[in-house]
Structure formats: C-alpha cells, structure tokens
C-alpha cells in the first residue's frame, strides 16, 4: 500500500500578504500628512482615536494573551499623566521628555503593584488592581503642588514651547497650538505604530508562543518550562511603561489634569475594555476594529451628560 | 411495573454522542448495577435520569410519567436522589451540614434521620462538627451515601462509590447496602468493581460505548458474557 | 485627646464602609461576582429614600424601612433575569454587564434627578451627640457604626445557621451538585443579590444622612 505524502510548503511573503503591507504603509503616510490635510478637529479626533487604540492595544495584551484581565489600568493613565505634570511644573522638563520619563515612573509603580496583585487570581486580581489605582488616585489627591483634589493645568508656555513646536512653526507656518495638536496627534501614531510592533513581535516570538501556551493552559505550560510567572510579569511591566506613556501624551495635549479624570474608571478601563471586546479579544485587529466601533458609536450618540464622558 | 424506566435514551455533548438508545427499568425496591468500562456511558446516563443533562423529553419515565426535560431539584423533589461520582462533597460545609443539606429540597419523613444515618455509618457522629473535606476518602464516600439517603428518597442513584478507594474500604461501605435495601428504597449502582456489583445487585446491565451490550439477574450471568460485554470482543464480532 | 478622637471617628467611619461592603461581599463571596455598579446601586437605593421622604413626607428612617423590600424586589429580578446570564468561568462578561448597568443607572439618575448635589435630612438627630469621657460622638456616626456591626452579625448568623445559608455556602461552592440537592442556584443567587440590596438601602440611609450625593458618587 502507498501512502500519499502531502508536501507542505510555508509561504509568508505571499501576494495578499505584499498587497496588505503596502496598503498599510500607504495608509500610515496618509495619517503622517493628516496634519496638512484635516482640520484642527479632525485631528484632536484622530488623536483621542490613537491613543484609545494604544489603551485597547494593552488591554489586549494584557487581558487576551496574558490571561490578566484587570480593571486597574487607570493606575498608569493617571499616574503616567500625573508624573508629567509633575516633570513639567516642578523641574521645568520639556513635556515631550516628561513622556517618556512618565513611561518610566509607570513601571516603577508596576513593580510593587504586581508584588501585591500577582498573588491573586481572577477575580479578586481584577479587583486587587482597582484597589491599587483607587490608592494612586487617594494618594497623588493629596499632592498639594499638582492642584490636589481640583487638579491644576499645564503652564502655557510649557506647550508652546515644546520640542518641535518651533521648528513646526518655522517649517510648515503653523500656528503654536496647531503645531501642538499636530505635535501631539504625531506621538500618539507613533505610540500606535511602535505598540502594535512591540505586541506583534512579542507574539511571534518565543515568549508569545509561552504566553498563548500560559493562557490557555497555566499548568500544562509551566509543566513543560514555560516560566509562567516571568511571562505574566514581562507583560504587566510592558503595558504599564506603554499605558503610562499614553496617559502622558493624553494630558499633554488637554493641559490640564484632575484626579477624578486621571483615575477615571470609565474612560480608561470600561471604553478600553469595551472596544477590546467588540472588535474581537486576543486578536491584533480587535482592537484596531474596536476603536472604530467606538468613535463611530460616539460619533452617532454623542453623550452630552457631565461627569459621564 | 417499572419504577423508573428509559426507553431508547440518547445524550450527546455538543457533536460528541454519548448515549445511542438506552434502555433500562428498575423495579420497586430492586437494585441494579450498571457495569461497563471508562467512557461506556454509564455516568451520562445517571446525569441524565438525575436531571443534570436534561435533554431527553420523553426517553426517562418515572412513575409513567415523563421526567427527561425536568431539571435536577425537581427530579430530587419527586424522589430520585443522586450521589455523584467523586463524592462531590461541599467543602464549606461540616459533615453533620453536609448531611442535612440533602433534604433541603425534598423534606419527606421516612426511615433516613440525621440519627439514622449515624447509625449506619457511626464515624461520621464522632467527625460531625469536621469540614467535609478533612475526612478520608471512605469517610467522605459514606457522608455523600448518607446526603443523598437524607431526602428519604424511592430510587438512590450511585455513581462510582468505589473508584479511588482502597478495597477493604469499599467492603465497609457496601456493607451499608442491605440497610438501605431493607426500608425498600430501589437502587441503581453504577460500577466498574463488577465482583462488588454483581454481589448487591439483583439484575446487571453492561455497558460499551453507550449501547447495553448484556443484561440479566446477577446469578444468571456467566463471568464469560460478562467479560464479552464489557470488552466487546462479542460485539465486535458482530458488527 | 485629640488622637482619640481621631482614632474614634475613624472607627466609625469604618462603619459606614463596612456597610458599603457588607453587600458586595456577600453577592461576591456566593457567586464571585465582582458588582462594579455596586457603588452605583447605593447612590440609587438613596434617592429612593430622598423620593419617599421628599414626596410622602417620611422620616427617612421609615423611608428606609419601605425602601429595604423595593431594593430586595430589584435586587432579585436584577440577579435573576439579568446577571445570571453572565455568571460562569469567564470573569469578564459580568464585569462589563456591570460597567454597563453602572453606566445606565448613572445616566437614569441623571435624566429624573439632574446632577444636582441632594442631601437626606434627618432632622435633630443630625446634630447630637453624646459625650463618651474625654470624646464626643455623634449620635449618626454610631447608629452608623452599630448598624452595621448588627448586619454583618445578623448575615453571620443567616448564613452560618440556617437552612438558606447552608444552601448559599453549597452554591457558591459547586452550583452543579446543589442542584442535586434540590437547591436552584439561580433562585439562590437571586435571593442573595435582594439580600445585598437590603443591606445596600442600610448604607444608602446614612449616607444620604451624612454627606451630600449626586448621581455620580456612586463609584468613590
């Protein structure tokens, strides 16, 4: 008796595959010139879009893949958004390297966070990172030199003086909040592009292959090598750096900060939540198709309610 | 008369059929044993009289009356009590609770008290105030026999009371059986020790792969058929 | 004796949060389920109170009292028609049923009430105190604090003693063999959700007493 071997061959560059690619990079210059094209509402949308999308992203990642699901991740918009203010009122740092010094704030309150948060499991994990986020709100409500409990706003000249604000102004003729807007709206695709890389990477790499492995399975994996608790923690560290990043670069561009907002539960965690899970959990384009969702939602029944949006 | 009776039960779980046409009855005050391999059907066949798949309308008779679409608390109200595989103790629960939830859903006096059931299995007076889970796997097999007997109920369902259990333990446990015979309950017992099954039971149904490859009295059966039921190298043959 | 004082109406304060949490944690310790719209829920429970004591002119104390069996009936049908949908291993359907329903409760209290701050007076009670040595004490902070030292023995006993709490410890360990048992974990869960809307109209009572609430205090 014969037996038919089928042959297998891999192809990862296909034609689809080229097509899509170039699709893709088409579509990322045409957002790059956006600034040129769209106006300054149109951009401040766009803005608010991407960095919902940098949110959903992590939330993913976090939630999809890593089996986290927390409801805590305004812990790090608002701490990251907070560190900002701090490095721009109090040291005078320009906001565009407060950003990233926010990013760093954010992972060192993601260590201690996950010490207490990794010793509970599902539910009462979800619940251990509100506890922690509702700490950071109670805590920096005290901060008397960042407003307290009514918040404060950014100095003036601090955005307009930005890295790049100027030499937008020189090059393209802008006006200094226009270049701001534009400044900021360019970060965030950024923030976007350099997310969605870092997740994509990740999961083609042996540590996604571990982490899909840990999620479906945390026993099983860790049965054949898989170091459950390092992936875990690899991953919370990340999205916190990424989600600190994004609620700095958020409250760069509204210049003005409030606990209650910074902390907000609604708008960080339940919209995030919500998108992730309309486009699709543990995918890279659930998200993307989320976020559409959303503003289209928003878009449609604008909520006019105070205290809700 | 039948007591509790299915006539050509099938179950399925998503794509996967579990159960093709099972027929059996169980008369008033007799006990059956339904014996058969790992995956022969005989644990879906118990979820299914006992309400937790309740999915076959008009497959399982009780009394004449219809009960396959009725869910576990009304199978358990009309007097066909469970004790599942793997004890399934709660574990918040101390053995003398335990206990007395068995009849929070069918409260019938009859012979079975808390008293009566410490009679029965007289450790289980001394570890009453224990958590259920802190008692040996005999200890806690005897607590989920003694739950399901607290209902008082016609037909006491058994599901695997040996498995895990080291031999000289089971021997304790069947030794209870002619107890709960005596006040007239029927009894299904579901076994894979067919030496203990064959011993308390008056009639044996074999399982295979979800068909009743052999039925008869205990005493009737050669340990031949026995061994071509349960093994199917008969059936094979004549498939 | 500043410090004391201090440490006292820390204490009591303490009460009113345990009454925030009295509820939560009996929905959560029977069905793990994690109420985001609890807090939501407490905000809704004291404009019922402020309705009956504005409208019918009650002391909010008896409001409270016709309130408890209005918030068991919401409770129940919320837990049985609604969020025992979303129970089951999955964590995360239940939590955005409830962002939701905080989201819709929110906006309801929004649309009949305004964002307006109200506040329920309880008259001559509000003001007194008794003088416990070198303290004071306010005579709503204790009642605070002894209602809820009361309720949480009173759960204590319901579900360490009774036949339903034997059945709601059953539940919450393995829903599947309670029902073997006779016991419906949907009715179950049902009834413990009305049982933490009793104790969320207690809290609601003296929070509405205590300080000023608007239709989006409920999540701080």
Request: aromatic content about 10%; some cysteine; glycine content about 10%.
């Amino acid at each position: 008796m014969t037996m038919a071997i089928p042959s297998f061959t891999v192809e990862t560059r296909t034609r689809a595959s080229m097509l899509t690619a170039i699709a893709v990079i088409a579509l990322l210059l045409l957002a790059f010139a956006a600034p040129f094209i769209v106006s300054r509402g149109v951009i401040q949308d766009l803005f608010f879009i991407l960095t919902m999308l940098v949110l959903a992203q992590n939330w993913n990642l976090l939630a999809g893949y890593a089996g986290l699901i927390s409801v805590g991740q305004q812990a790090f918009v608002g701490f990251g958004a907070y560190t900002m203010f701090g490095a721009v009122i109090l040291f005078g740092v320009d906001p565009v390297v407060a950003i990233l010094i926010a990013g760093l704030f954010s992972v060192a309150l993601a260590i201690p966070t996950a010490f207490f948060t990794f010793r509970l499991y599902g539910p009462y994990f979800a619940i251990g990172t509100w506890v922690v986020a509702e700490v950071v709100r109670l805590l920096l409500a005290q901060w008397k030199a960042l407003g307290g409990g009514t918040g404060t706003s950014l100095p003036r000249e601090a955005t307009r003086e930005m890295i790049g604000v100027n030499m937008m102004r020189d090059f393209f003729g802008m006006k200094a909040s226009e270049a701001g807007d534009a400044l900021t709206y360019w970060l965030a695709l950024i923030l976007v592009v350099a997310t969605v890389g870092f997740i994509y990477g990740l999961l083609r790499s042996k540590q996604g292959l571990g982490l899909a492995a840990v999620r479906d399975n945390e026993q099983a994996a860790r049965a054949v090598g898989v170091d459950a608790r390092r992936m875990k923690t690899l991953v919370y560290l990340a999205t916190a750096f990424i989600t600190g990043t994004c609620g700095a670069l958020i409250y760069v561009q509204k210049a003005r900060i409030s606990p209650d907002a910074a902390f907000s539960v609604t708008d960080w965690t339940a919209y995030v939540i919500f998108i992730v899970v309309i486009g699709g959990i543990g995918t890279i384009e659930g998200p993307i198709l989320g976020v559409i969702i959303f503003s289209c939602c928003r878009t449609c029944w604008p909520i006019s309610a105070p205290g809700i949006c | 008369m039948a007591l509790l009776e299915t006539r050509g039960l099938t179950a399925a779980y998503g794509d996967f059929q579990a159960l093709f046409g099972v027929d059996i009855t169980v008369g008033a005050g007799e006990t059956i044993a339904i014996i058969g391999a790992n995956g022969a059907g005989k644990t879906t066949l118990m979820r299914s009289i006992s309400g937790v798949l309740a999915n076959a309308p008009a497959s399982i008779l009780y009394r004449d009356e219809p009960i396959g679409a009725l869910l576990a608390p009304d199978i358990l109200s009309r007097g066909i009590a469970m004790v599942p595989e793997g004890r399934k103790l709660f574990p918040s629960l101390s053995v003398e609770e335990n206990l007395q939830i068995g009849k929070y859903g069918r409260k019938v006096d009859g012979p079975w008290t808390l008293d009566s059931i410490f009679a029965l299995f007289p450790i289980l007076k001394e570890r009453r105030n224990n958590p259920a889970t802190a008692l040996s796997g005999g200890q806690q097999q005897m607590v989920a026999i003694g739950r399901g007997l607290m209902s008082n109920p016609e037909v006491l369902l058994c599901d695997e009371i040996s498995l895990g259990l080291a031999p000289v333990v089971v021997r304790d446990i069947y030794a209870a059986f002619p107890s709960i015979r005596e006040t007239g309950a029927s009894i299904v017992i579901v076994e894979q020790d067919i030496a203990q099954a064959l011993k308390v039971a008056d009639r044996v149904y074999c399982m295979m792969e979800g068909r009743v490859t052999l039925t008869g009295r205990s005493s009737d059966l050669s340990r031949d058929d026995i061994h071509k039921a349960y093994f199917g190298t008969e059936h094979h043959e004549l498939a | 004796m500043n410090w004391l004082d201090t440490i006292l109406q820390g204490v009591l304060l303490g009460g009113l949060y345990a009454l925030f949490a009295a509820g939560l944690s009996l929905v959560f310790g029977i069905m793990r389920l994690v109420n985001l719209a609890h807090g939501d829920m407490i905000v809704l429970a004291a404009f019922l109170i402020l309705v009956l004591v504005t409208t019918l002119g009650l002391n909010p104390f008896i409001a409270a009292l016709i309130a408890m069996p209005l918030m068991f009936a919401i409770g129940w049908a919320l837990q049985y028609f609604l969020l025992n949908r979303t129970l089951g291993k999955d964590i995360l359907p239940p939590l955005l049923v409830t962002f939701g329903l905080s989201i819709v409760i929110q906006n309801g209290l929004l649309e009949s009430f305004s964002a307006d701050s109200r506040r329920v007076f309880a008259g001559s009670l509000e003001s007194a105190s008794v003088n416990l040595g070198p303290v004071t004490a306010g005579i709503m902070p204790l009642m605070t604090f002894f209602s809820a030292v009361t309720v949480i023995v009173c759960l204590n006993q319901l579900i360490y003693r009774t036949s339903v709490g034997r059945a709601f410890r059953a539940t919450s360990d393995d829903p599947v063999t309670a029902g073997l048992m006779g016991i419906r974990p949907q009715r179950i869960f049902a009834m413990a959700t009305g049982l933490a809307m009793v104790v969320v109209t207690i809290a609601a009572l003296y929070l509405g007493t205590r300080a000023n609430f608007d239709p989006t205090s409920g999540p701080s």
